[in-house]
């Protein structure tokens, strides 16, 4: 499907944004760790799933 009509971009968050959203970040970091549990083999280093919504600061 094509982008129709008036879309712009821009690199990096917006500044109205409460949430930084790069990977480097703790806030992404422990949404990414928690969807890897398939590849830890030690139980006791299983990210814990995080509370909320991860977007929930982008506008």
Do not use: C, Q
């Not at 690199?11 to 959203?21: L, R, V």
């Amino acid at each position: 499907m094509p982008i129709e009509g008036d879309w712009r971009f821009a690199k990096g968050d917006p500044p109205e944004s409460m949430t930084d959203i790069a990977y480097s970040t703790p806030v992404v970091k422990a949404w990414m760790l928690s969807t890897g549990h398939d590849f830890v083999k030690n139980p006791a280093n299983l990210a814990v799933w995080p509370d909320g919504n991860l977007g929930s600061g982008v506008t």
